[in-house]
């Protein structure tokens, strides 16, 4: 049984893992990676940038176990970390950031220089829609990514992102309806 | 309540996390019926959110990724001892390296080599199922895309979900499921241990098995429960579907039940009232 099902609160799991507890922090992992690794990727869009940021945040989060207060929320703490650690990885370079027109015209491109005569694969598909990221807000990326990869809860994203939740509501229906100009030409290959 | 495109449009994006009130919904319906640009914009937006949703959840971790957190721990210990730190934070080095050691060799015992997948959850409504492979894995209510290894168990803690296996065939779990899957490959059967689940083959066949017998359906759609006091009940939507036990087999047809136990003829088929047995289903979508 995992520790979350006995009913330790976060704050409880974090002391113990900074007294060593393998399965605390074992718990700590399997929460709150997929949150890391969203962040990560809203920042990088890079897959294997967004796993090595998540992995160092997790790294540097355990150097700091000790010294998190005992009432601090932790999804903040470990997304602010990554913020950090998708940073440094980064190089201090932003993702190059698009005009929805733009994007949209990537799209486009690649569709035509695909193969007419074949369906698109939906690996394809998954790639190009990952260009559109280009044309949302760091915010949106995050809140996006969140919500496919953490929680489907406005409320724990908020958290996360340290903000409230109309924040996230707005966020998440300007980044789909700039997602809609953009992927429109995709349906239906 | 009337509402101007912009709100319209936010409340479609809620609809799809259904986080939307009654109220919200049926404001967005009176809007959209007058209002051709966001009528249009639903399908869009719906259409561009499961694109994005399925590219976003293939880069979700598996237990990969607590390996590699575990190696790069043992890495930052060992340039600690370099630097030689002080006493306090050399305890704490110490403590972090025996965990970053216990969960590689944890890890290392689990992982193995890559497993090939033999399916994936398609869609869930949220909740958590417990794979045998990774642990309990929470899904969101758009998260798709998340492949089942081969050999694979799986027990749904919360929400309910549809499974579509390679071959074209698809089964959905309720929150109360337990079924293993290490047969599929073995003339595309599954083994259901508890709970319901309903299978959707309009094109192809599969193979249920309970403790109690047997149950074959080809072009059919089909529900299963296996109940504790070793009951096994079956419910056709369409289609046919055959059971069998040791000692008997019987034909049930559309909207026909049957019921069978381990060592018995499965009983004779009956009037089904599938709205008994299709309410989370149908909340899927089915």
């Known amino acids: 049984m995992s520790l979350i099902s006995k009913g330790l609160k976060d704050s409880d799991i974090i002391s113990q893992a900074s007294l060593g507890n393998k399965g605390a922090y074992r718990e700590l992992l399997r929460k709150y990676s997929n949150l890391s690794l969203a962040v990560a990727l809203a920042r990088s869009g890079n897959r294997d940038k967004a796993r090595a940021a998540a992995a160092d945040a997790f790294v540097e989060g355990a150097k700091e176990l000790g010294q998190i207060p005992e009432s601090a929320p932790i999804s903040p703490w470990i997304a602010s970390l990554t913020r950090a650690t998708a940073a440094k990885r980064m190089g201090g370079t932003r993702r190059p950031s698009l005009t929805t027109e733009a994007a949209e015209e990537k799209i486009k491109n690649a569709i035509e220089e695909a193969d007419e005569s074949e369906p698109m694969t939906a690996e394809k598909k998954s790639e190009l829609s990952l260009l559109a990221f280009g044309a949302l807000s760091d915010d949106e990326r995050e809140a996006l990514c969140l919500l496919h990869l953490y929680s489907n809860k406005y409320d724990e994203i908020a958290a996360a992102m340290t903000t409230e939740a109309s924040r996230i509501d707005e966020n998440l229906a300007s980044a789909r309806n700039k997602l809609a100009i953009i992927l429109g030409p995709l349906f239906g290959k | ?286």
Not at chain 2, 121 to 142: D, M, P
């Open chain 2, 1 to 286: 309540m009337t509402i101007e495109c912009e709100e319209c449009l936010r409340i479609i994006s809620r609809q799809i996390d259904r986080a939307t009130s009654d109220k919200e919904t049926q404001a967005a319906r009176t809007h959209a019926i007058k209002c051709e640009t966001c009528r249009a914009k639903f399908n869009a937006i719906a259409g561009a959110d499961r694109l994005i949703g399925k590219a976003i959840h293939s880069f979700r971790l598996t237990d990969g990724f607590s390996a590699k957190v575990a190696e790069k721990l043992a890495e930052a210990h060992l340039a600690e001892s370099v630097k030689g730190p002080p006493k306090a934070m050399a305890l704490v080095a110490l403590g972090l390296a025996a965990i970053a050691i216990l969960l590689a060799i944890m890890l290392a015992m689990r992982s193995g080599p890559d497993i090939p997948s033999i399916g994936e959850i398609s869609r869930f409504e949220g909740g958590e199922i417990e794979f045998s492979q990774y642990g309990t894995q929470s899904f969101s209510a758009a998260s798709t895309g998340m492949e089942i290894p081969e050999g694979a168990r799986l027990q749904t803690r919360l929400g309910s979900g549809i499974v579509r296996l390679e071959g074209d065939r698809n089964f959905a779990m309720n929150s109360e499921t337990l079924v293993d899957l290490s047969k599929y490959h073995d003339g595309a059967k599954i083994l259901l241990e508890s709970g319901e689940i309903y299978v959707f083959v309009p094109e192809t066949d599969m193979q249920v098995d309970t403790p109690g017998g047997k149950i074959y359906g080809s072009k059919a759609k089909f529900i299963v429960r296996y109940e504790n006091s070793g009951k096994t009940v079956v419910a056709v939507k369409s289609g046919e579907v055959n059971l069998f036990s040791e000692s008997g087999a019987v034909l049930l047809e559309k909207e026909k039940k049957a019921e069978m136990r381990e060592g018995e003829k499965p009983g004779a088929p009956e009037k089904a009232n599938l709205d008994n047995y299709l309410g989370w289903i149908r909340r899927l979508g089915l």
